[in-house]
């Protein structure tokens, strides 16, 4: 009679996921349309950069790694809908800070692929030196490259992005089952979707700072000292602060490593949200305002990098 009246109860509110989720969706068939309209905007009014963003990011969906990560994702986001957790009521927690980290490292792992693939094995087969002959310079190529890898990362936050969020909604229905508590209303679905934006916003920022320093790495290296290299700096950027407060960091040359490590290296764990997920307090938007605005300007730092590494690469 139990199990009955709990199938009853999961019933009665997929009418109220769907009407939240379709909130959900209509946003996201608008950013995919955004999306599209910038790509046009870029291959019209800037041809040259929108002519090598539009290459790159065509060789980056075309490849048979980004399908393989997108369907591996969507699989591995439904099946933590499904994963006893065993947190007293706290599973949706566990099922966003989850997504966020799948999605983030999926989207840097393309990013470092496709950077690798792109621009080091363009310059190593010479196929970079035919398009630089055209009246195109070497710092067209390198933002050119840089843009279509951001395009494929988008691609992927948006895919897997949106599906998570639907999967963060329906968990809400799926726990109240479970729990036997009342029936979620369209605003209990609608509300962890909206807590967990920011945190999604700030994964795609990490990932975007990570897709420039793949591109400078790029630009000298190949693909297995790119991905050690990035790897290294995910870890780092995210260990550092934390030695650093830590009593660890109470000795003088930890310290001194990690503060040095802090200043030269983005500090990754800026968009880090899995604490503030835990305890229920999503970051506000100044504060993604004011991380954009350090992402942007690394992004600018780490591609200026690169272009200075190009420009003294020869390329006969």
């Known amino acids: 009679m139990t199990s009955l009246l709990l199938e009853t109860s999961l019933f009665a509110a997929i009418p109220n996921w769907i009407r939240a989720v379709s909130y959900v969706d209509l946003v996201g068939i608008v950013l995919f349309i955004v999306f599209g309209i910038f790509v046009w905007l870029l291959r019209s009014f800037v041809p040259k950069v929108g002519a090598i963003a539009w290459v790159t990011f065509k060789e980056a969906i075309y490849q048979p790694l980004f399908l393989i990560l997108v369907l591996v994702g969507l699989f591995a986001l439904f099946m933590f809908l499904y994963i006893p957790y065993h947190t007293l009521g706290e599973d949706i927690k566990l099922v966003i800070t989850q997504g966020l980290t799948l999605i983030k490292l999926m989207a840097v792992f393309l990013a470092v692929w496709t950077a690798s693939f792109s621009v080091a094995e363009e310059i190593e087969g010479r196929t970079a030196l035919m398009i630089l002959a055209k009246p195109v310079s070497r710092r ?25 969020l639907n999967t963060v909604s329906y968990k809400v229905v799926f726990d109240a089952r479970e729990s036997a508590k009342d029936i979620p209303s369209v605003w209990d679905c609608t509300r962890e979707v909206v807590k967990t934006i920011p945190s999604f916003t700030l994964s795609f920022f990490e990932t975007l700072i990570l897709a420039a320093i793949a591109i400078a790495i790029s630009t000298r290296f190949s693909l297995l000292p790119n991905l050690t290299i990035c790897l290294a700096i995910y870890v780092i950027g995210h260990l550092a602060p934390m030695i650093v407060q830590s009593s660890v960091g109470q000795i003088a040359l930890v310290a001194f490593v990690a503060d040095f490590a802090c200043a030269i290296l983005p500090v990754l764990e800026h968009f880090n949200m899995e604490t503030n997920v835990a305890m229920d307090q999503p970051p506000t938007w100044w504060y993604v305002f004011c991380t954009a605005l350090y992402a942007v300007m690394y992004c600018g730092l780490a591609l200026t990098l690169g272009l200075f590494l190009f420009e003294d690469r020869d390329l006969g």
Do not use: D, E, P, R
Not at 140 to 164: N, P, S
């Open 140 to 164: 067209q190529f390198v933002f050119g490259k840089y843009v279509g890898v951001v395009l494929a990362v988008t691609l992927i936050f948006l895919i897997l992005g949106f599906f998570f």
